[in-house]
């Protein structure tokens, strides 16, 4: 079973690239993002709650993050893999993750980290908002809000991977299929 965190600031092409790898390996994409905007829709506690964070561009609680997505993984119990896209973005979720994980006799293979320039990334945003309706990606204060977030909190996971010689990152700027063939010979050589 391959299990890969794909990891990155907003706006950094992770969602994209999960797709094509999802595709290419047969893995499962369990995309935070996507598992709260659901939520959201339905207008579910958990969504409501969701919500508010993100439209600040703060990060959603732990317990509220980990319980959907081991709800997710347990609905796909028959996966070669998964692809995690936005999760974990703390050191106490990636321990949930490991944790998890190993009730499981599984673990994480890798962590691929997607480099992308700060301003690439708020461009990326901006133009994204302009379709997804996403008041998240409307606003500049509250995009660099969402990668000051990413530097202060989040980075730290790539680091905890690190020390287990599990991470490595991959240039996120370039066309879609460069990228994607640059992951692909990342997870070729780490999996």
Not at 75 to 98: H, M, V, W, Y
Not at 106 to 133: H, Y
Not at 137 to 160: F, L
Request: glycine share 8%; proline share 4%; charged share 30%.
């Amino acid at each position: 079973m391959i299990n890969l965190i794909l990891f990155g600031p907003p706006g950094s092409g992770k969602g994209t690239q999960a797709k094509q790898l999802e595709s290419k390996y047969n893995l499962v994409h369990v995309s935070t993002g996507d598992l709260f905007r659901y939520e959201i829709g339905n207008k579910t506690p958990l969504g409501l709650k969701a919500k508010e964070y993100m439209n600040a561009g703060h990060l959603v609680p732990d317990e509220v993050t980990i319980g959907m997505l081991q709800n997710k993984v347990n609905a796909n119990s028959d996966a070669k893999g998964f692809i995690f896209d936005g999760f974990p973005r703390t050191i106490p979720q990636c321990e949930a993750l490991d944790s998890f994980l190993d009730t499981k006799d599984d673990q994480v293979n890798c962590l691929i980290a997607l480099d992308v320039d700060e301003e690439e990334i708020v461009t990326r945003l901006l133009k994204r908002g302009e379709s997804s309706g996403r008041p998240d990606d409307s606003n500049e204060e509250v995009i660099r809000n969402r990668i000051k977030v990413y530097k202060d909190e989040t980075e730290v996971v790539y680091g905890y991977y690190d020390k287990k010689k599990l991470s490595s990152t991959v240039d996120g700027m370039g066309t879609i299929d460069e990228i994607f063939d640059r992951l692909s010979v990342a997870i070729d050589e780490n999996v």
